[in-house]
């Protein structure tokens, strides 16, 4: 057997994850850990292929397997899932059928409904392409907490590291 470590971190242009790309770089489904220095957290990002465009920065979307090609970990719309669900959220606009970064933990800043308040937990809902209030308890359909209450149609939050969760008609 032939293999090559991937997640070493000379391999990978660390400007990349805030871009996107017509032409794979990566392969699909990569997973790199960095420490944000801006938001004193670590990261974690996935190499993904983009199902449409995101022209809202933070935007959620879940993390799938693909069908086809080299289309093997996907992009798609949240809809309804009693368990498992992967969220990943853009940190810059990306252009449909284009290849990202995607950070699936740590800090960022999240398309948002009114109403979070810092310390709720929040989650996704059925056909949202934002985050909203779960509450002050964590539930099977939180993937993180607010770090800052809703301004501006967006939040600040922490994203649980290796979570997936429950999406909710």
Do not use: C
């Not at 994850?17 to 032409?23: G, H």
């Not at 938001?39 to 809202?56: D, I, N, Q, R």
């Not at 993180?144 to 909710?168: F, W």
């Amino acid at each position: 057997m032939a293999y090559k470590a991937l997640n070493n971190l000379q391999t990978i242009d660390l400007d990349s994850l805030d871009a996107s790309s017509a032409t794979k770089e990566y392969p699909l489904g990569t997973v790199i850990t960095v420490n944000d220095t801006a938001k004193a957290a670590a990261g974690e990002f996935m190499y993904v292929k983009a199902h449409a465009g995101f022209a809202t920065v933070g935007t959620p979307f879940e993390i799938v397997a693909g069908s086809g090609g080299d289309a093997e970990v996907v992009t798609k719309a949240i809809a309804t899932l009693a368990s498992g669900a992967k969220i990943g959220f853009n940190t810059t606009a990306i252009t449909t059928a284009h290849y990202f970064w995607a950070q699936t933990a740590g800090v960022l800043t999240a398309a948002a409904k009114a109403g979070i308040t810092a310390g709720d937990f929040v989650k996704v809902d059925n056909t949202e392409t934002d985050v909203e209030t779960d509450g002050t308890t964590l539930t099977v359909n939180s993937i993180g907490i607010a770090k800052t209450s809703t301004a501006s149609s967006a939040v600040t939050l922490a994203i649980i590291p290796g979570r997936t969760v429950t999406i909710s008609a």
